[in-house]
């Protein structure tokens, strides 16, 4: 039996967030600078409640304007105060609601370029582990994110993506790039289940590469998600994978 976390980045203002929620394992929840705002956090944390879903924070760069996805020359210490602050904020709204955060995951720009910048990455552990050591990093497999939190004992999972092509260094080939996401959803699905069931992904350029899944990141921002989530629930169960929490799945 394999075992695979589902997640999938939520409370960013889509309107699919209710029906997604009871589908996956776990929810990334934005903290406001990215996308969101503080009556979203609430209505967000209140449905993963409902459905016995655990969530995390989803910490961005202050920049609505392009949804958190632009590269911005931020030093370590303005990352180490973004994802505190951002962390405080969501962590108000689980405490109001009997609940308790889970991980952390960053989001778009500072994900991306954490996944390649130790100093960066070093940054956002920092954060993590002087705001709550229990916490679990999210972050890209293979990641300079992963090395972080091994070398600072922090809790982590690997994740990988459905719809994202992989450069052969394993970072995520840039949006603007052709060819970066995959579109068709059977070819999308395959992909997982190689990622999960061997450890290895083809990427853009064409060679195999290895590649660690403790969580699968689905997107959740149209109706089209649904069917794909529904549809990789039903290939986990014909390919004896078993979906769970975060915990079981780093484990």
Not at 115 to 120: D, I, S, V
Request: net charge negative.
């Amino acid at each position: 039996m394999y075992k695979i976390n589902l997640n999938s980045d939520l409370g960013e203002g889509a309107a699919f967030d209710a029906q997604i929620i009871p589908l996956i394992s776990s929810a990334n929840i934005a903290c406001g600078f990215h996308a969101g705002d503080s009556a979203m956090m609430n209505k967000t944390i209140k449905l993963c409640v409902d459905s016995s879903v655990s969530f995390g924070a989803h910490p961005g760069y202050p920049d609505k304007e392009n949804f958190g996805r632009t590269n911005m020359d931020v030093t370590p210490e303005q990352v180490y105060e973004f994802t505190l602050y951002q962390l405080g904020a969501i962590d108000a709204f689980a405490k109001a609601n009997g609940a308790k955060l889970q991980h952390v995951k960053p989001h778009g720009a500072m994900y991306n370029m954490a996944a390649k910048n130790r100093a960066l990455s070093d940054a956002i552990v920092k954060a993590i582990k002087d705001y709550d050591s229990g916490l679990i990093l999210l972050a890209l497999s293979g990641s300079q994110m992963v090395e972080a939190a091994k070398a600072n004992g922090l809790k982590y999972a690997c994740e990988v993506f459905a719809d994202r092509a992989y450069e052969a260094d394993g970072t995520l080939r840039a949006r603007s790039l052709e060819g970066s996401m995959i579109t068709d959803e059977n070819e999308a699905i395959a992909r997982v289940l190689r990622m999960v069931k061997e450890g290895k992904v083809k990427a853009y350029t064409g060679e195999d590469i290895s590649i660690e899944a403790h969580s699968v990141c689905v997107h959740g921002d149209g109706e089209k998600a649904l069917k794909f989530v529904e549809e990789l629930r039903k290939a986990f169960e014909q390919n004896n994978i078993q979906i769970v929490d975060l915990e079981e799945a780093i484990k």
